[in-house]
C-alpha cells in the first residue's frame, strides 16, 4: 500500500547513458513533484506538474525531461548524464493546487554516474 | 531572496529530554510552513504543519511555533526518543512561485 512509489531505488550508470526514473502514487492527488537532493541533503524542487500540466520549471539543463502520462504518473527521463547528476532524486505528489497542502515523498532512487 | 535556514546543523539529546529545532526563513509573504523527518534511505516524512494565521501548533508529541515578527519556526520533540533521530527539514511555502523551499536539515541524534 506504498503512498508514492519510485524505481529504481539504485541506478547507477556511466557518463554519457540516458536514464529513466518511474515515480507513481496511489494517493490520488492531483500534483506531483521531482526534487533533487545534493551530497549535503540540500533539497530542490526540479519540476512540478498538475493533472499532467507542467507548472513549475525550475533552472533545470534541458538534459532532464519530465512526462507525466496521466496523474498518477510522473517519469524523469535524463539525457547525456554528466558526474554532476549523482544525487538522490525525490518524487513526491500533494493534493491540488491553490492554498498548499503537504507533499508526500517516495523514497528516492539514488543515481551514481561512474 | 530565497532561503530557509537552520540554526544548529547538528544536535545530540539524551533520550526522554526535550528537542528544539530552530528555523529562520527570509520570505516574510511565506504563509505556510512544513516540518518533515528524514531517516537514512528514506524520503521526508511530513511531521506538521502550520499556515502563517496561526502561531502555534500541537500534534503528537511534537510542537510547531511561528514567529512572524522575526520570521523564525521551531519545532520542538517532546521526551525525545531513540526513534526520533533523523534530519529534520523546515520548508517555506514560497507563495509567488508555488513551490516549498527547504532548509539545509538539522540532524538530530538521541543518545540512549
Redesign the interface.
Known amino acids: 500500500d506504498t503512498a508514492v512509489s519510485q524505481t529504481p531505488k539504485y541506478l547507477v550508470t556511466q557518463m554519457g547513458n540516458d536514464k529513466s526514473i518511474k515515480c507513481e502514487q496511489n494517493l490520488g492527488h492531483d500534483t506531483m513533484y521531482w526534487y533533487k537532493q545534493d551530497s549535503k541533503k540540500f533539497l530542490k524542487i526540479m519540476f512540478s506538474y498538475n493533472n499532467k500540466e507542467l507548472i513549475i520549471n525550475e533552472t533545470v539543463p534541458n538534459r532532464f525531461s519530465p512526462k507525466s502520462p496521466d496523474k498518477a504518473h510522473l517519469n524523469l527521463h535524463i539525457n547525456s548524464l554528466e558526474l554532476g547528476d549523482s544525487a538522490v532524486y525525490f518524487c513526491a505528489s500533494s493534493q491540488g493546487t491553490g492554498f498548499p497542502q503537504p507533499q508526500h515523498f517516495g523514497d528516492g532512487t539514488r543515481l551514481s554516474i561512474l | 531572496g530565497e532561503s530557509v535556514g537552520l540554526h544548529l546543523p547538528t544536535l545530540s539529546v539524551q533520550e526522554g529530554d526535550n528537542s528544539i529545532i530552530n528555523c529562520a526563513y527570509s520570505n516574510s509573504a511565506s ?2 510552513f ?1 516540518w ?1 523527518k ?1 531517516e537514512s ?6 511531521i506538521i ?1 502550520i499556515r502563517s494565521n496561526m502561531d502555534k501548533r500541537q500534534g503528537q508529541r511534537v510542537t510547531v511555533l511561528l514567529n512572524k515578527t522575526v520570521k523564525h519556526l521551531s519545532l520542538q520533540i517532546a521526551a525525545t526518543q531513540p526513534g526520533d533521530s533523523a ?1 529534520y ?1 523546515c520548508a517555506e ?1 514560497y507563495n509567488q ?4 523551499i ?1 532548509g ?2 538539522t540532524e538530530l541524534s538521541v543518545k540512549p
Open positions: 504563509d505556510y512544513i518533515y528524514q534511505g528514506k524520503g521526508p516524512q511530513f504543519d534530519v527539514f511555502y512561485g508555488g513551490k516549498l527547504f539545509q536539515g
